[in-house]
């Protein structure tokens, strides 16, 4: 199982590249930031200086879109980097967010998402593709190696990420979710003739490290709430399409939004904000992990269990570093696989 972190491109960018290189200190194989150019800093600059002092990270969004920048221009940043660094990125994508809400857009449709995926990947690894009436190819980038992980909730994202995707990324760590939307992922692959263990398993979601104590649970609680309150966004989404009552969604996955009373982008990603009351307590607990260090490997064992290949944290609360220094030094030697020098 491998382990990621997830940073927002907040000023300064020393401090985004330092934690980025303190995570691969510690073990950690890639870094992923937000994908949301007014709100914070763009990316794929930051992804250079990463890259440049770094030595083994892979970098990328969670997530981009197709609807901010042409998909030509995104698969060519890509192939510059891998060109610049050795095919050390990976594309996350999904239909879009923040990044599309705050200048008044909204997502793009999963047939637009599905040629976005098809074109950014064949440019990506130096094919050549048909775009708006032409065969296009980056004649420099035939060396270029690039991946498409799919992050997706509702039944008819999941089945397109089972088809298409590279990789999956559910964003909430809660068992059942990830079994159900694993499974449909699963199942969708197979029904497309693919083989399901080709897709990548990554499972995303706020960690807070504490002392065990019911002082410093609730601490980490409102840390990482504002994280249900972005989930929610796609949640009403998906109730919206499917209804609250419907089979073809987890009530787990739907119950806790009846309250929510619309979200302000100005506060998103934020620990303690101020729209995200709406969010009890279990939802924080089951779609985030927060508790001492065992708490934390008892759900990363039941995560790899589920078949999960990578762990990602996002980073959006007041104790950035002692997260990171207690999943390098405890967490993850504790889920590693073992292999004997001598037997």
Request: aromatic fraction near 8%.
């Amino acid at each position: 199982m491998e382990f990621g972190v997830v940073l927002q491109t907040t000023p300064p960018s020393a401090r985004v590249i330092d934690l980025a290189k303190r995570a691969e200190t510690y073990g950690f194989t890639h870094v992923w930031t937000f994908d949301s150019h007014i709100l914070w800093q763009e990316p794929y600059v930051i992804y250079s200086q990463i890259l440049a002092e770094t030595r083994n990270v892979v970098v990328g969004p969670m997530v981009t879109n197709p609807a901010t920048r042409d998909w030509t221009v995104t698969a060519s940043v890509y192939a510059t980097l891998n060109e610049m660094f050795g095919n050390r990125t990976v594309c996350g994508i999904g239909r879009g967010d923040s990044a599309v809400r705050v200048t008044n857009g909204a997502p793009t449709t999963l047939a637009t998402l599905r040629e976005a995926v098809h074109v950014i990947r064949e440019l990506g690894n130096g094919r050549s593709v048909a775009y708006k009436g032409s065969e296009l190819r980056l004649p420099w980038a035939a060396k270029s190696e690039l991946e498409l992980w799919v992050a997706a909730y509702g039944p008819k994202a999941l089945a397109l990420t089972g088809q298409v995707g590279d990789g999956f990324i559910l964003q909430l760590a809660d068992l059942s979710i990830a079994e159900w939307t694993i499974g449909a992922v699963r199942a969708a692959a197979e029904a497309a003739g693919r083989d399901p263990a080709d897709i990548t398993i990554c499972v995303a979601a706020p960690a807070y490290v504490t002392d065990g104590s019911p002082e410093a649970l609730a601490h980490g609680r409102e840390q990482c709430r504002w994280f249900g309150g972005m989930v929610g966004n796609h949640v009403a989404d998906i109730v919206s399409r499917y209804g609250s009552d419907t089979a073809a969604v987890p009530q787990a996955l739907t119950d806790y939004i009846k309250d929510r009373q619309g979200y302000d982008y100005n506060e998103h990603g934020q620990a303690g904000n101020t729209h995200t009351s709406f969010v009890p307590d279990e939802i924080v607990d089951r779609f985030c992990i927060i508790g001492p260090v065992e708490a934390h490997i008892e759900r990363m064992l039941q995560l790899k269990a589920l078949g999960v290949d990578q762990f990602a944290i996002y980073l959006q609360h007041d104790d950035k570093d002692s997260t990171l220094r207690a999943y390098g030094e405890k967490v993850m030697p504790a889920v590693a696989d073992v292999v004997k020098a001598r037997s």
